[in-house]
């Protein structure tokens, strides 16, 4: 018989793959079958964490229904599997993580290579979702996978608001992680003019060298943004 745990190449098992793809009855069939629910791998960690980073919300309830803890928290309740009879898929990323956030939970829990439920919303431009998350109490520096800090991926993409929430609510604008640039050598390289600008004004440390890009203002240079190098020129880079 067919072994629906075997590493299955990129995607690591055929659960992580229906969980990416949004195919719910294949997940249902693998989970009847005995596929393994808390089996790290792929690009986003487990089968749970795969299916909230896509969108698809109802394998996310099916899955934290089976017992997958990885986001992490306590068991979920016999009573509140009911509940997903009253979901539906176009509920907001944002319900799916108050539900799970009801049921416990723990978005600080160590994702090891994979991106923090933090950070996903930082890159991705979810306020709402960044603004439940902090009221929550989710270290605002933990830097993960892809994405770095929430700062750092705010910033590489774009999102000033997002940016300006984290720094409000105390992130370190010159946080200097082992793999990463810093937000502003993020921003620089991206061409993002008025998050640079934002950066800077909170103390974005302008000569700050490390990652791939150097300096801000090399990175600047480098991708041919130069508004944004002369703005780091005033601003005292060298």
Do not use: M, P
Not at 18 to 44: I, T, Y
Not at 48 to 65: E, M, S, T, V
Not at 118 to 147: F, T, W
Not at 177 to 189: E, H, M, R, V
Request: proline share 0%.
């Amino acid at each position: 018989g067919a072994r629906f745990n075997a590493d299955a190449g990129y995607y690591d098992t055929a659960l992580y793959a229906a969980s990416v793809g949004g195919h719910l009855e294949v997940a249902k069939l693998l989970l009847e079958k005995g596929a393994q629910v808390n089996v790290k791998g792929g690009a986003h960690g487990t089968a749970l964490q795969a299916a909230l980073k896509y969108g698809h919300f109802d394998i996310a309830i099916l899955l934290w229904q089976r017992g997958d803890d990885t986001c992490h928290g306590g068991s979920y309740s016999s009573a509140s599997r009911h509940r997903r009879a009253y979901l539906s898929r176009r509920q907001s990323r944002l319900e799916i993580t108050k539900l799970l956030l009801e049921k416990g939970a723990r978005f600080n829990a160590d994702a090891g290579y994979y991106d923090t439920a933090l950070c996903s919303a930082s890159a991705g431009g979810h306020l709402e979702l960044a603004k439940l998350l902090l009221e929550k109490g989710v270290d605002i520096d933990v830097e993960r996978g892809n994405d770095g800090t929430a700062l750092y991926a705010a910033s590489e993409r774009g999102q000033l608001e997002l940016a300006n929430l984290l720094l409000e609510k105390g992130a370190d604008v010159n946080f200097d992680g082992k793999y990463y640039d810093t937000a502003l050598q993020a921003a620089s390289a991206g061409g993002h003019l008025e998050l640079a600008k934002l950066l800077l004004e909170k103390g974005a440390n302008a000569n700050a060298e490390g990652g791939k890009d150097g300096t801000a203002l090399q990175a600047a240079s480098d991708k041919g943004h130069f508004e944004i190098a002369r703005l780091l020129r005033e601003r005292g880079a060298l």
